[in-house]
């Protein structure tokens, strides 16, 4: 009896190894699932404010940068530039942003948030920092601060365009 207890350990720990090894665990992976989750989390904050993750990401970009045009706004938001067209259009339409002709060309629109967006923005930003510090708990602000710029630096080495 001993020897069978045994051999169901070592089969029962032998299967637990498989099915930890059989499970993607690289650094891309759980980022993967982590951008899935954070989306999730992130809809759930800006929701209520009748805006969508990528609207919320959009004013952000905005406030950050102040004026851009749609294709910048697109490589900033990691959307296509036809998504990013709707999406300014839904935020014009609601009064979140302005769009003005660029002075140096006449081609180019320029878009900016309106005080509108930024009222948005603000209510939002609360719920969002909340998330934000749900995803790690044990970081104090240096953390925080560390964490931010070895993210920026992966994002930097990774994209031919910068952020």
Same mark, same amino acid.
């Given at each position: 009896?001993?020897?069978?207890?045994?051999?169901?350990?070592? =089969? @029962?720990?032998?299967? !637990?190894?498989? *099915? #930890?090894a059989?499970k993607?665990?690289?650094?891309?992976?759980?980022v993967?699932?982590?951008?899935?989750?954070?989306?999730?989390r992130l809809? =759930? @904050?800006?929701?209520? !404010?009748g805006? *969508? #993750?990528?609207?919320?990401?959009a004013?952000?970009?905005?406030?950050?940068?102040?004026?851009?045009s749609?294709?910048?706004?697109?490589?900033?938001?990691?959307?296509?530039?036809?998504?990013?067209?709707?999406?300014v259009?839904?935020?014009?339409a609601?009064?979140?942003?302005?769009?003005?002709?660029?002075p140096?060309?006449?081609?180019?629109?320029?878009?900016?948030?309106?005080?509108?967006?930024?009222?948005?923005?603000?209510e939002?930003?609360?719920?969002v920092?909340e998330?934000e510090?749900?995803?790690?708990?044990?970081?104090?602000?240096q953390?925080?601060?560390?964490?931010?710029a070895q993210?920026r630096?992966?994002?930097?080495?990774?994209?031919v365009?910068?952020?």
């Amino acid at each position: 009896m001993t020897t069978s207890k045994k051999l169901s350990v070592a =089969d @029962a720990a032998a299967t !637990a190894t498989a *099915s #930890v090894a059989a499970k993607p665990m690289g650094l891309a992976y759980l980022v993967g699932r982590l951008d899935h989750v954070l989306n999730g989390r992130l809809r =759930d @904050a800006v929701t209520p !404010a009748g805006l *969508s #993750v990528p609207q919320y990401t959009a004013l952000s970009v905005f406030r950050a940068h102040g004026s851009l045009s749609n294709a910048q706004l697109a490589t900033r938001t990691m959307i296509s530039p036809q998504s990013a067209n709707e999406m300014v259009k839904q935020m014009q339409a609601r009064g979140w942003i302005v769009r003005t002709p660029d002075p140096a060309h006449g081609r180019i629109i320029q878009i900016s948030l309106t005080e509108a967006g930024q009222a948005v923005l603000v209510e939002c930003d609360a719920r969002v920092a909340e998330v934000e510090r749900m995803m790690f708990p044990e970081l104090d602000d240096q953390g925080r601060a560390q964490l931010h710029a070895q993210l920026r630096h992966a994002v930097r080495a990774l994209s031919v365009q910068g952020m």
